[in-house]
């Protein structure tokens, strides 16, 4: 039996989605794994499940999964993705679906078939204490004790910003990721800041490597800049892919503004996967 699947991106960091809705599948860590597997697989950034809500103000319940097998609280380009997605399948511009981070609100700005979809999504609060992170020990989450002196903060997803001059320094990501100081692991960012109201980012993902772009790790630079006293609470946030816009508005939510593309649609043969 095929299943059905769709390739979207925000920003070049890519996705395949699985509707289990009607139908759930049976999907592991190790089956993800070889779904996402760019050579062997579809191939993807992240690999999304859409299931049915617990909560009756969500239209989905939507999970986000890495290459390596592992789940993520939170993926801000692939919400953006989703958003657009369920918005087109509801007929509405404004949506809420809920995620192992709690309910995430979307509201789609415009349309385009070549430009895809705007989408803002509200990503929440972010939590800057050391247990939320999850940190290993309890230090200030404002400049934690590596070289460099990043800071850290959860948004839904664990994330530790280090503010550079030097985009190289970003070299450093995959022996952070697993710095002792993470017990899950985390999402590593360099930023350079260019102006008050603007940065130049790239994120090693956890679990994933380097992508063309990162969401919720534009959401931590922006957040973590303003607690650094070094950027505005709304800036431009530019990635590998290209560009969103991140508001950290007055009501302690983080606010994502970018772009959602339907890439492809196919089936696939699960069962020729491991379990
Ligand atoms: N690409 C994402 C983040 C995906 C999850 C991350 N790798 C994690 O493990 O937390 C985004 O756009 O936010």
Request: some cysteine.
């Amino acid at each position: 039996m095929r299943t059905f699947f769709q390739k979207m991106h925000g920003l070049g960091n890519d996705f395949v989605i699985v509707d289990e809705r009607a139908t759930s599948f049976d999907l592991t860590p190790r089956r993800i794994a070889g779904l996402a597997d760019r050579r062997r697989g579809i191939g993807c950034d992240q690999f999304v499940t859409l299931s049915a809500p617990e909560d009756s103000k969500a239209s989905v319940f939507v999970r986000f999964f890495n290459p390596d097998g592992s789940e993520a609280g939170a993926c801000g380009n692939a919400s953006r993705c989703v958003a657009s997605l369920i918005g087109q399948e509801l007929h509405t511009d404004s949506l809420t679906f809920e995620t192992q981070n709690g309910l995430l609100e979307a509201r789609i700005l415009s349309r385009d078939e070549m430009k895809g979809t705007v989408v803002t999504v509200d990503m929440g609060r972010p939590r800057t204490d050391w247990q939320a992170v999850p940190l290993a020990k309890a230090v200030d989450t404002l400049r934690l004790p590596l070289a460099g002196e990043p800071a850290a903060l959860s948004m839904g997803n664990p994330h530790a910003t280090f503010f550079v001059t030097d985009l190289s320094e970003a070299e450093r990501g995959p022996a952070l990721e697993i710095d002792p100081l993470f017990p899950d692991r985390a999402n590593i960012g360099f930023a350079r800041i260019d102006a008050p109201d603007r940065m130049r980012l790239r994120v090693w993902e956890r679990g994933a490597g380097f992508t063309l772009a990162c969401g919720s790790g534009a959401c931590a630079a922006v957040v973590n800049a303003v607690r650094r006293g070094l950027g505005e609470r709304r800036m431009t946030v530019e990635v590998d892919g290209g560009e969103m816009v991140i508001a950290w508005d007055a009501d302690d939510h983080v606010l994502m503004t970018g772009p959602a593309q339907l890439a492809f649609e196919g089936t696939v043969d699960l069962e020729a996967y491991p379990k």
